[in-house]
């Protein structure tokens, strides 16, 4: 157990719906990341938060959007959903702060989107 | 920017057989490199790592040695089991700039092997 929980663990929607993806990272950690794993993309960065801050964007479609709460816990929103969605997408946490970038993360088990 | 290349794969093994998964990156900096692996229906599990020149990361029999010389970090075990079937992912830690720790991933290698 990473200690990083994601919820919900699967998930099937319609195309052109919403969905919202939770992760809640280890106790401690600051930093929040969110990956896409699809078969013809492989992992693919998305965005990074620390501290409740935006801090880094990967290949982050306009169509989706994160944030990270007071908490800590961390939102991914998937809006207009199309079939190429489908994806596992993975929350990741660390420790890292500013000036110690090379601290590993911790994955969670990740949320299957299944888009029909 | 950052890239990581894995051997193509998927590699088919029979048990006790020697493993190797090359992983080639580039990289501005000073990256720290990571294998990651992912067994089926699972997440991703960090296996090892190694954050500078010439360390050596091992972890359940698994070694892999950071080359600057020749940006490498390939991934071996002398002995694999039936249980190491599993998607092995290599990955450098982006050290620099904006980016606070996020990692760029090799595209993975589906291992099996076989009793």
Known sequence: DSGVTQTPKHLITAT??????????????????????????????????????????????????????????????LSSLELGDSALYFCASSVARDRVWSTEAFFGQGTRLTVV | GNSVTQMEGPVTLSEEAFLTINCTYTATGYPSLFWYVQYPGEGLQLLLKATKADDKG??????????????????????????DSAVYFCALSDAGGTSYGKLTFGQGTILTVHP
């Open chain 1, 16 to 77: 052109g719906q919403r969905v919202t993806l939770r992760c809640s990272p280890r106790s401690g950690d600051l930093s929040v990341y969110w990956y896409q794993q699809s078969l013809d993309q492989g992992l693919q960065f998305l965005i990074q938060y620390y501290n409740g801050e935006e801090r880094a964007k990967g290949n982050i479609l306009e169509r989706f959007s994160a944030q990270q709460f007071p908490d800590l816990h961390s939102e991914l929103n």
């Open chain 2, 58 to 83: 091992s972890n359940k029999g698994f070694e892999a040695t950071y080359r600057k010389e020749t940006t490498s970090f390939h991934l071996e075990k002398g002995s694999v089991q039936v249980s």
